[in-house]
């Protein structure tokens, strides 16, 4: 159901609504339009501007989402191909979606980072790779809708009235420290601005998920404690996750983490469990999370499911190991017949199962690849790139995987994590997924690019046998 029609080329409704006078720095920009919806029967299309969502400025998605969860909006539309501002006033059908969809999540521009954080990943990255990836952003907005970790120091008074307002929760909060000094030394001047803040929507109820960067001799030891010990009397930070510092070859001021000293890991994880025991007695969750770094590098088994809480920092790296290790089990239980059919099928056809990891899991994935009937083999990339202790999947560049590979890659069905590229399919050192995997097919390997979870895993590898062994494809359906 649509409301009233955008005219573009009604001289009465530019006469009305006047021009633009800076239509591309204003509005959220469509970049799509579902057939048939309310915003195509109105006659928006790709390219236009909606400036103003019932009278507000449209410069971001909360904004729309707020404005628009109602059965009628008005909006104002910027049409680029004359330069007209017209009223356009959309309605729906309960639950419909309104059929737009914009570039991006913010469209006035991406708040950025004010800190001098010590730690920063981005202030370690190799000179002359792509522009974007050293964007520091530190944009709240992002925070509710993506899930991004800020550190909130950037936030003026009204920004924190409008997360209260519109009650924007859970936000995700780099915390690190609650020490003053050790704030101020760890971030910048800037750092107290963050506490004020977070204190401010602890009190007005908003759900946080709160971050440690984890760095020896800085805010670990006794300053650990006093940050376990704030978080613990806060009940609103439903979850705290600690992750150790890392830290790449283009700086001077790390050379040693957590993954260098077992000892140092496990006194941290010695050091964070009667928090979350007491967690647990008083309010049925952990609560303190660790990140699975801290397990591998002290060499003892990662905690059941049950305390992780339902993973909510599963995206921090905080509890994938154990996902991955229960998921295996599941499937190899379950999906028994299918896995013994694909070994034997890449036996009967001599070839032979690779799959790519990060150092940091590649043990881990063998419990799947290499502990099953699919005898395959999981190759683990070691990061020059980058350096440092820099050891996980997503931060594989194609220049190391090219050059640890090998030449002949004859009798190879090559698995690429899909994790190591981006939305537009680039690797971090610039490689297109097209352009990678060409290479490879040309070295002699079969190559998909997929999810390595066990489950995406194994559908993956039968659609790639069922194309190599069409005869095969009743089979494999018989035994899903």
């Avoid at 069905?413 to 050192?429: E, H, I, K, S």
């Avoid at 997929?450 to 009743?474: H, K, N, R, Y």
């Amino acid at each position: 159901m649509s409301g009233t029609p955008l005219k573009p080329n009604d001289p009465a409704a530019r006469a009305d609504y006047g021009r633009s006078s800076d239509p591309d720095a204003a509005g959220a920009l469509v970049t799509f339009v579902r057939p048939d919806s309310p915003a195509f029967d109105a006659g928006i299309e790709c390219g236009m501007r909606v400036l103003t969502v019932n009278g507000r400025p449209l410069t971001d998605m909360i904004e729309w989402l707020w404005q628009g969860s109602e059965e009628v909006v008005e909006l104002e539309v910027f049409d680029p191909r004359d330069n007209s501002v017209c009223p356009c006033n959309l309605e729906r059908l309960p639950d419909e979606d309104w059929g737009l969809e914009f570039d991006g999540a913010v469209f006035d521009g991406m708040r950025t980072c004010v800190n001098a954080c010590t730690f920063c990943f981005m202030r370690m990255l190799p000179p002359h790779m792509r522009g974007t990836l050293y964007i520091r952003d530190d944009d709240y907005r992002l925070s509710f809708l993506q899930g991004n970790f800020v550190t909130l120091t950037n936030m003026s008074e009204s920004d924190v009235s409008r997360v209260i307002d519109y009650h924007l929760s859970p936000m995700n909060v780099s915390l690190h420290a609650v020490s003053p000094d050790v704030r101020r030394s760890l971030m910048g001047k800037n750092a107290q601005r963050g506490m004020e803040v977070v204190e401010q929507l602890i009190e007005a109820g908003i759900e946080i998920h709160a971050q440690i960067v984890l760095i020896p001799g800085v805010n670990d030891g006794k300053e650990l404690d006093r940050t376990l010990a704030w978080c613990a009397e806060r009940p609103a930070i439903s979850s705290l996750g600690i992750v150790p510092l890392g830290y790449t070859r283009f700086q001077k001021r790390f050379s040693a983490s957590f993954s260098d000293d077992p000892a140092a890991a496990r006194a941290v994880i010695h050091q964070v469990e009667p928090y979350q025991r007491e967690a647990r007695r008083t309010r049925g969750r952990t609560v303190f999370q660790l990140a699975d770094e801290f397990y591998l590098d002290a060499g003892v088994p990662v905690p059941a499911a049950e305390t992780y809480d339902g993973y909510p920092q599963y995206y921090d790296g905080i509890g994938m190991i154990r996902s991955y290790l229960d998921e295996s089990f599941e499937v190899k239980a379950k999906q028994a017949m299918r896995i013994e059919a694909a070994g034997r099928l890449l036996g009967s056809l001599g070839i032979k199962l690779t799959v790519v990891s990060g150092c940091a899991a590649a043990q881990t994935i063998r419990c799947f690849v290499s502990d099953s009937p699919l005898r395959g083999s999981v190759l683990a990339i070691e990061n020059h790139y980058f350096g440092g202790n820099v050891d996980v999947t997503g931060l594989i560049c194609a220049e190391d995987l090219l050059a640890q590979l090998g030449s002949d890659l004859s009798g190879i069905m090559l698995f690429v994590p899909d994790v190591m590229f981006n939305a537009d399919g680039l690797t971090l050192d610039g490689y297109h997924q097209e352009q990678l995997k060409a290479e490879l097919v040309r070295r002699g390997a079969r190559v998909r690019i997929a999810s390595t979870m066990p489950l995406d895993l194994l559908g993956a590898l039968e659609e790639e046998l069922t194309a190599l062994a069409p005869g095969t494809e009743q089979q494999r359906t018989a035994n899903v």
